[in-house]
């Protein structure tokens, strides 16, 4: 049950959560306090008592069922289809809507496209493995590529008829929504308050964040004597990632791009460390001569390592059967 007892409050809190119309458990304990202040008369003591009194009513104490637990953690263990098939059985259904997913590769190896699929698979109902939700996509680098995303658009089609049915007059772009970003501060200012501030105050469910790339905004502006200074500047941004995407069940996508590990040709993803640290699930990608791609699973706490082909057709992404 998401809604609040209010006998476990006093008449005076009882009164002013009726008031601001709030009484889901859930949504009191994912304001923050300067929107619990805006919807009513509440201190700073109230607010605690009242997330307390919410929380033991949506996790209470002791055992529950496993049926209890999938019920209340249904939202946080969903994951976007690739509308790929064969890349969905590698990634147990697709991208997670938890922690840090780091999609890393050369120039070229086709990221983008990956997270312009998922733009449009995040809006797919839930049934189709969708979140019926809309994509942030921040753009550091170069301009969002519009051209690409309509030549898709023409092409874009579902074997499933119940999908197509679904998706009837539903337009892809309206729900595709870009920024701009060059610099830390410019990210900094659009996740700490641009972004919250639309999340709050829009109708429309986001359902992913892709940053694409991450790498952009700190390769360029940083010395080699501030390392310790860009450290701490990922650790901010990968740290409101995760509020972000634990607070509003929101997949996190961020592009990375690769670096040379040693002088025998082998690369691996770029920021080192101090950014690996903050990702939870990290994904390769590469290409083969015939221009056939890889998809390789390198890290993730759900899923073991592995790898699936695909190629770039002009509807998107398609599978290549590793028995081909």
């Given at each position: 049950?998401?809604?609040?007892?209010?006998?476990?409050?006093?008449?005076?809190?009882?009164?002013?959560?009726?008031?601001?119309?709030?009484?889901?458990?859930?949504?009191?304990?994912e304001m923050d306090k300067i929107e619990f202040q805006k919807s009513g008369n509440?201190?700073?003591?109230?607010?605690?008592?009242?997330?307390?009194?919410?929380?033991?009513?949506?996790?209470?104490?002791?055992?529950?069922?496993?049926?209890?637990?999938?019920?209340i953690f249904k939202d946080k263990w969903r994951k976007i289809t690739l509308g790929?098939?064969?890349?969905?059985?590698?990634?147990?259904?697709?991208?997670?809507?938890?922690?840090?997913?780091?999609?890393?590769?050369?120039?070229?190896?086709?990221?983008?496209?990956?997270?312009?699929?998922?733009?449009?698979?995040?809006?797919?109902?839930?049934?189709?493995?969708?979140?019926?939700?809309?994509?942030?996509?921040?753009?550091?680098?170069?301009?969002?590529?519009?051209?690409?995303?309509?030549?898709?658009?023409?092409?874009?089609?579902?074997?499933?008829?119940?999908?197509?049915?679904?998706?009837?007059?539903?337009?892809?772009?309206?729900?595709?929504?870009?920024?701009?970003?060059?610099?830390?501060?410019?990210?900094?200012?659009?996740?700490?308050?641009?972004?919250?501030?639309?999340?709050?105050?829009?109708?429309?469910?986001?359902?992913?964040?892709?940053?694409?790339?991450?790498?952009?905004?700190?390769?360029?502006?940083?010395?080699?004597?501030?390392?310790?200074?860009?450290?701490n500047d990922m650790r901010t941004i990968g740290m409101q990632l995760h509020k972000?995407?634990?607070?509003?069940?929101?997949?996190?996508?961020?592009?990375?791009?690769?670096?040379?590990?040693?002088?025998?040709?082998?690369?691996?993803?770029?920021?080192?460390?101090?950014?690996?640290?903050?990702?939870?699930?990290?994904?390769?990608?590469?290409?083969?001569?015939?221009?056939?791609?890889?998809?390789?699973?390198?890290?993730?706490?759900?899923?073991?390592?592995?790898?699936?082909?695909?190629?770039?057709?002009?509807?998107?992404?398609?599978?290549?059967?590793?028995?081909?």
């Amino acid at each position: 049950m998401d809604i609040i007892n209010l006998s476990l409050l006093d008449k005076r809190l009882q009164c002013e959560l009726e008031k601001a119309g709030n009484l889901s458990c859930r949504k009191l304990i994912e304001m923050d306090k300067i929107e619990f202040q805006k919807s009513g008369n509440f201190s700073l003591k109230d607010i605690e008592m009242i997330k307390t009194v919410a929380a033991s009513i949506l996790l209470p104490y002791g055992f529950r069922t496993a049926k209890e637990s999938e019920e209340i953690f249904k939202d946080k263990w969903r994951k976007i289809t690739l509308g790929c098939s064969y890349l969905d059985d590698i990634l147990a259904g697709g991208v997670p809507v938890r922690g840090i997913t780091e999609l890393s590769g050369e120039s070229g190896v086709g990221k983008t496209q990956i997270c312009l699929q998922l733009s449009m698979t995040v809006q797919y109902p839930i049934e189709f493995g969708g979140l019926n939700a809309s994509a942030i996509y921040i753009c550091t680098e170069d301009r969002f590529p519009s051209v690409r995303l309509q030549q898709m658009l023409t092409k874009f089609t579902q074997e499933s008829t119940a999908l197509n049915n679904a998706l009837e007059d539903h337009n892809f772009s309206d729900n595709i929504l870009i920024d701009h970003v060059a610099d830390f501060e410019g990210i900094q200012n659009c996740l700490f308050k641009r972004l919250p501030a639309y999340i709050a105050n829009s109708r429309n469910k986001i359902g992913l964040i892709v940053i694409d790339s991450i790498a952009a905004i700190f390769r360029s502006e940083y010395t080699m004597k501030e390392f310790i200074h860009r450290a701490n500047d990922m650790r901010t941004i990968g740290m409101q990632l995760h509020k972000l995407a634990d607070k509003y069940n929101i997949a996190i996508v961020c592009v990375n791009q690769v670096t040379d590990a040693c002088d025998n040709g082998v690369t691996v993803p770029a920021l080192g460390l101090a950014w690996a640290n903050l990702v939870t699930t990290k994904l390769h990608l590469s290409v083969d001569q015939d221009k056939v791609r890889n998809l390789q699973v390198l890290h993730a706490p759900h899923l073991a390592p592995a790898a699936a082909k695909f190629v770039i057709v002009e509807s998107g992404i398609s599978s290549v059967n590793l028995n081909d």
